[in-house]
């Protein structure tokens, strides 16, 4: 196992140009501060240079530390679901598949009339003007979808920026009625199975099978100090995604190179008029870390905790998950080595984000895109 270490080491040394000395017992420092109670086990992947360079696990799936984590575990990833609407939304907003700027009743006609007026691209900025109430324990989403009617307007869509638990669920609903397929075997045919994410399912069963665990959560009885969390197929209205690490370090990676194509969250567009304190866009937050543009999103559910974090500009990005909770010390870690490789720079976010959009090219000049292709046939199979 230390030999196992030191070699991840010596890899990431040479991903970020650095000795490996200086590197050894800093991550082991930042590891071992994050893989203590219910934090007993955790993931790391870096892209950097055109590949996966590196790819490590460390601890164990629970606290009795009777199994070793591999690598290639699969755990649930739900908030990566919100990301990957927003890349199909604007993969077929390229394709005029789509229509961001239109109003939702376009495509689902019924809707009460304010409601029916907010646009693909307000939700998933989350400036619909939305509430953000919970929905009861009694109802199911696809019932509370069916009941929303203008009173869960806050303000008029289009206005301020309000964070609504609605808005990507609604965004889900648009998409499956414009291709006509579940969202699941929309996201298999264009991004897994192109991507080859082989350990990555929207089927629960499945996952079960590649070897899913169960999350941790604490629990108030000395005796048993933790609980196992099964995971479900659904959160907060949408399909729970069962990933890996390597599988999500391989769609940050083709996110960033333009092989998925469509309009990235961190290129300048005329899209969003409404300023957004949040940095919010299409699943994931827009920041600066030591004064390069980040683009990054964490959360925490299902007894997992799972954050991902690219510098779009440098075409790198990591990826880092743990038990009970995300492993932020190793996280801050890796982000911060990852930096101290790259030129210095103060820019703002958005002179970034103009920087990288000029950098990348327009949509046409890109990689050609199989996801637009497959997604192409899905429609024409309808």
């Known amino acids: 196992m230390k030999g196992h270490f030191l070699t991840g080491v010596f890899v990431l040394s040479t991903i970020l140009g650095q000795p490996a000395q200086c590197l050894t017992q800093e991550l082991d420092e930042a590891v ?5 109670g219910l934090q007993s086990g955790l993931v790391m992947a870096i892209y950097a240079k ?90 199911s989403w696809d ?7 203008d009173w869960a307007l806050i303000t008029e869509s289009g206005v301020v920026y309000s964070k609504s638990r609605y808005s990507f669920p609604l965004a889900l609903r648009v998409v499956e009625e414009a291709v006509g397929q579940p969202f699941s075997a929309i996201a298999a045919a264009a991004i897994l199975g192109p991507l080859t994410m082989e350990r990555s399912t929207f089927d629960l069963d499945r996952a ?27 959160s907060q209205g ?61 959360a925490s559910s299902m007894g997992f ?17 743990g038990t009970s ?9 890796a982000q911060e080595r990852i930096i101290s490789a790259l030129p210095a720079g103060k820019p703002t976010a958005s002179d970034t984000a103009g920087r990288a959009s000029e950098l990348e090219g327009s949509p046409a000049d890109g990689i050609p895109s199989y996801s637009i292709r497959l997604l192409a046939q899905v429609i024409e199979s309808r």
């Open 143 to 149: 019932d509370a979808l069916d009941k929303l009617k």
């Open 32 to 36: 071992a501060s994050d893989l203590r």
């Open 305 to 321: 905790g799972a954050g991902f974090y690219m510098f779009p500009e440098a075409k790198i990005s990591m990826m880092v998950w």
């Open 208 to 234: 079960k099978e590649l070897g899913l665990i169960d999350g941790l959560e604490m629990n108030s009885t000395p005796e048993s100090p933790f609980l196992l969390v099964p995971s479900k197929p659904e």
């Open 325 to 333: 909770a995300v492993p932020r010390r190793t996280a801050l870690f």
């Open 50 to 139: 055109g590949k996966i360079g590196f790819l490590e696990a460390y601890g164990s799936p629970t606290p009795m530390r009777e199994e070793i984590l591999s690598a290639d575990q699969i755990f649930p990833f739900p908030a990566l679901t919100a990301v990957l609407i927003g890349i199909i939304v604007e993969a077929l907003a390229e394709a005029e598949v789509l229509d961001v700027e239109a109003p939702i009743s376009h495509y689902l006609p019924g809707l009460s009339p304010r409601l029916g007026q907010i646009t693909l691209g307000q939700l998933l900025t989350h400036t619909g003007g939305l509430d953000d109430a919970q929905v009861r324990a009694d109802q």
């Open 238 to 298: 949408l399909p729970v995604l069962f990933t890996t690490a390597e599988d999500v370090t391989r769609l940050l990676a083709a996110w960033m190179t333009a092989e998925i194509r469509g309009t990235r969250p961190w290129t300048r567009t005329d899209s969003i008029p409404v300023p957004n304190p949040a940095g919010f866009r299409a699943g994931v937050h827009l920041d600066e870390f030591r004064g390069h543009l980040r683009v990054d999103l964490t």
